[in-house]
């Protein structure tokens, strides 16, 4: 499988690099690795991360695209769906298969069809819209959700704390 997923990883490359995608940059970390990746994604409009430049790791499996890639943050980010050490934390990154704890679809989590570009949009679409009831920061869940009252928007002390 190493030799077809890395076959894969290198087209995508070089898609991205000939058709790049709004909101994020991808590349390699070293020429001579093709499974491991390094991406920037600007900050989405609207969002409390607008105008910030957020670099991230991907690390692929040599079996994939059958298992997902791990992705962490290597800027600091407060987030729910971020773990303080990075680690990003969102169904499409989850082992495919059945959840043990039945809170996710299987459909939800990692499919084989999903590219870079995939796993990007979802991750900058988490950052737009932060799952709280499911976080990989508790602390920054609860200054999302337990302040909404405050100003009328979950996002008031969240705001503060970034």
């Known amino acids: 499988m190493t030799e077809q997923s890395a076959l894969l ?10 058709n790049p995608v709004e909101g ?15 991406v920037v994604i600007i900050g ?7 105008g910030g430049f957020f670099k991230a790791y991907l ?11 791990k992705m962490r943050f290597i800027t600091e980010i407060w987030h729910p769906n971020v773990a303080k050490n990075g680690d990003v934390c969102i169904s499409i990154l989850h082992e495919p298969g059945e959840d043990k704890f039945g809170y996710e679809k ?3 989590r990692w499919l084989p069809i999903h590219t870079v570009e995939t796993i990007m949009i ?17 602390d920054a869940a609860v ?14 002390l969240f705001e503060q704390l970034i």
Not at 24 to 38: H, M, P, R, T, V
Not at 59 to 69: H, K, N, Q, S, V
Not at 143 to 156: E, I, K, V, W
């Open 44 to 50: 989405p409009q609207d969002t409390l991360f607008e």
């Open 9 to 18: 990883l290198r087209k995508q490359l070089a898609e991205l690099n000939k």
């Open 59 to 69: 690390t692929f499996p040599y079996d994939y695209p059958l298992r997902p890639p």
């Open 106 to 108: 299987p459909e939800e």
């Open 24 to 38: 994020f940059s991808a590349g390699l970390i070293d020429d001579d690795d093709i499974y491991k990746w390094e």
């Open 122 to 138: 979802s991750v900058i679409s988490m950052l737009a819209d932060p799952n709280s009831d499911s976080p990989a920061n508790v």
């Open 143 to 156: 200054s999302y959700l337990c302040h909404s009252s405050n100003a009328g928007s979950p996002t008031f």
